[in-house]
Each structure stands twice: as structure tokens, then as C-alpha cells.
């Protein structure tokens, strides 16, 4: 059974970096388009990050813009985020997630619905 991982969060101070890992066990993530979702304390998940399936196309929310670079490698079946000057809002658990349903897809991928997602990292930033 396939499965996504995420590692990597932590606490960081603000101004700080980390980078988070999201390993895909079981299954192969090569075709298909992925994206990194935050959700904090009492607020909805919202999408931060996605990378088109041979990771030539790359798009982010404004509030990360900058800051954050996702990316992937394949032939490990993972993807990144690495995350650079962060703030103390950037505090949340972060998802990745796959969408399963366009291998190859290489349009919009911010709003894509994404199917298939991980079980989070905790990200804290203290100021």
C-alpha cells in the first residue's frame, strides 16, 4: 500500500530554515503532480506549494513566495520543501499530497484536488 511520509519539522527561530522531506513508500510518485498544504490552529489547510510531475513547473501562495522553494526527485520518490525565512506565522502542520487522478498533468496546479496525502509534520516558529 502506498504511502506518503513527511519529515523534517521542528522548532525554529524566527528568521530560521528548515527542509521537509516527503518520501513516498510502496508506490512511485513519477507522474504525478504534488503539493505541499499547511493548516495552523483553528484555521482551514491551505495550499503553500505544487510541483508539476518532471518538476519543470513549479507554484506558490503569495504568503510564501520567495521564501519557500518546493522540489522533487523522482528517482527517490520524494519531494521537498525547503523553507527559509520563517516567520512565526508560517507556524502549522505541513501535509504533502499527491494528485492521483492527472498522471502527466501540466496545467494549473494550484487547484488541483489533490487525493492522496500524508499524515503531517509539525512546524513551529517562535519569534
Known amino acids: 500500500q502506498v504511502q506518503l511520509v513527511e519529515s523534517g519539522g521542528g522548532l525554529v527561530q524566527a528568521g530560521g530554515s528548515l527542509r521537509l522531506s516527503c518520501a513516498a513508500s510502496g508506490g512511485t510518485l513519477g507522474p504525478y503532480p504534488m503539493a505541499w498544504f499547511r493548516q495552523a490552529p483553528g484555521k482551514d489547510r491551505v495550499f503553500v506549494a505544487a510541483?508539476?510531475?518532471?518538476?519543470?513547473?513549479?507554484t506558490y501562495a503569495d504568503s510564501v513566495k520567495g521564501r519557500f522553494t518546493i522540489s522533487r526527485d523522482n528517482a527517490k520518490n520524494t519531494v521537498y520543501l525547503q523553507m527559509n525565512s520563517l516567520k512565526p506565522e508560517d507556524t502549522a502542520v505541513y501535509y504533502c499530497?499527491?494528485?492521483?487522478?492527472?498522471?502527466?498533468?501540466?496545467?494549473?496546479?494550484?487547484?488541483?484536488?489533490?487525493?492522496?496525502w500524508g499524515q503531517g509534520t509539525q512546524v513551529t516558529v517562535s519569534s
Open positions: 510541483v508539476r510531475w518532471d518538476g519543470r513547473t513549479t
Open positions: 499530497a499527491a494528485d492521483r487522478t492527472s498522471p502527466y498533468f501540466t496545467g494549473n496546479l494550484s487547484n488541483r484536488k489533490y487525493d492522496f
